[in-house]
Antibody, heavy 121, light 110 residues
Framework: QLQLQESGPGLVKPSETLSLTCTVS??????????WGWIRQPPGKGLEWIGN???????YYNPSLKSRVTVSVDTSKNQFSLKLSSVTAADTAIYYC?????????????WGQGTLVTASS | QSALTQPPSASGSPGQSVTISCTGT?????????VSWYQQHAGKAPKLIIY???KRPSGVPDRFSGSKSGNTASLTVSGLQAEDEADYYC??????????FGGGTKLTVL
């Protein structure tokens, strides 16, 4: 059964870089037909797509975050990662990783349990 | 890209049906049949319940159904049960390798 698990620091100082990793188990991250995505949810608010990555390293980002986001993949570890630079309090959110069906680009299933990242000094 | 528009709340009594709307534009919902719906219980991760407008993943009860007309997609929950109380989010492919989500609807089972 495919499972995803987010990991990384729960507290990041303003102006610094948020770094998270998603570990995939139960299947290979190189399986054809899928992207791997990041989505976030500020406390009490809605979902926001951050970006998708293919195992080859091809990436696509939300235009509103593109200047600060980097998503990368490590196929040897079956992991993909998120870096968000110059964080502010507005970046405080639960960050989720998910598998994405390539043909639809927007069909996220399954999701990781999520990890709360707080941007605060 | 703007978020898709959903009503903040919806409600119904057990056994009733409730429909949640998701309004986009001719560039997202209206153009592509890549609308998905997610159910999120309090404190949990979202779960896919509808994809490609009308399809249900294995294990999702057939009480959940999806449809689309023009720029508006809809999720209908029939035969409401207490366990259906949750937040529901729609999403759509928005072209040019973009994805947009709705603001979410809190469904209350009275």
């Amino acid at each position: 059964q495919l499972q995803l698990q987010e990991s990384g620091p729960g507290l990041v100082k303003p102006s610094e870089t948020l770094s998270l990793t998603c570990t995939v188990s139960g299947d290979s991250i190189t399986r054809n037909g899928y992207y791997w995505g990041w989505i976030r949810q500020p406390p009490g608010k809605g979902l926001e797509w951050i970006g998708n990555i293919l195992y080859s390293g091809v990436t696509y980002y939300n235009p509103s975050l593109k200047s600060r986001v980097t998503v990368s993949v490590d196929t040897s570890k079956n992991q993909f990662s998120l870096k968000l630079s110059s964080v502010t309090a507005a970046d405080t959110a639960i960050y989720y990783c998910a598998r994405v069906v390539a043909t639809a680009f927007s069909w996220f299933d399954p999701w990781g349990q999520g990890t709360l990242v707080t941007a605060s000094s | 890209q703007s978020a898709l528009t959903q009503p903040p709340s919806a409600s119904g009594s057990p056994g009733q049906s409730v429909t949640i709307s998701c309004t986009g534009t001719s560039s997202d919902v209206g153009r592509y049949n890549y609308v998905s719906w997610y159910q999120q219980h309090a404190g949990k991760a979202p779960k896919l319940i509808i994809y490609e407008v009308t399809k249900r993943p294995s294990g999702v009860p057939d009480r959940f159904s999806g449809s689309k007309s023009g720029n508006t997609a809809s999720l209908t929950v029939s035969g409401l049960q207490a366990e259906d109380e949750a937040d529901y989010y729609c999403s759509s492919y928005a072209g040019s390798n973009n994805v947009v989500f709705g603001g979410g609807t809190k469904l209350t089972v009275l």
